[in-house]
């Protein structure tokens, strides 16, 4: 069964940075494109940043570019999300995301569609 912890969310202030990361067990993590996605209070939930599996390609939303950076450690089953130049209007819980099948199955790591497993979400409040 697949499992993931996520842990980095918080408060922080208008132009301060986290660090999000999230572990994985119970699944060849390596095998499988990984997302970051967010869901705002009254919104639906979005795909902000994605990775394919060996970490070689990445994709961001138009709204955290230059701003959020994706990457993965296939050696300890994590990805993570460094986000800075944070804004009140990132505010949001943050969950990571597995795709719903192996790369060699054919995917499209870019497609919020690709995804069906999240994590528990962590909160991320970015405030004064």
């Known amino acids: 069964q697949v499992q993931f912890v996520e842990s980095g969310g918080g408060l922080v202030q208008p132009g301060g940075s986290l660090r999000l990361s999230c572990a994985a067990s119970?699944?060849?993590?390596?095998?499988?494109?990984m997302g970051w996605f967010r869901q705002a209070a009254g919104k639906e939930r979005e795909l902000v940043a994605a990775?394919?599996?060996?970490?070689?390609?990445?994709s961001y939303a138009d709204s955290v570019k230059g701003r959020f950076t994706i990457a993965r450690d296939n050696e300890k089953n994590t990805v993570y999300l460094q986000m800075n130049s944070l804004k009140p209007e990132d505010t949001a819980v943050y969950y990571c995301?597995?795709?719903?099948?192996?790369?060699?199955?054919?995917?499209?790591?870019?497609?919020?569609?690709?995804?069906?497993?999240w994590g528990q979400g962590t909160q991320v409040t970015v405030s004064s």
């Open positions: 119970g699944l060849i993590f390596s095998y499988y494109d």
């Open positions: 990775i394919n599996w060996n970490g070689g390609s990445t």
């Open positions: 995301a597995l795709a719903v099948r192996p790369y060699y199955s054919g995917s499209d790591y870019t497609s919020r569609s690709n995804y069906g497993t």
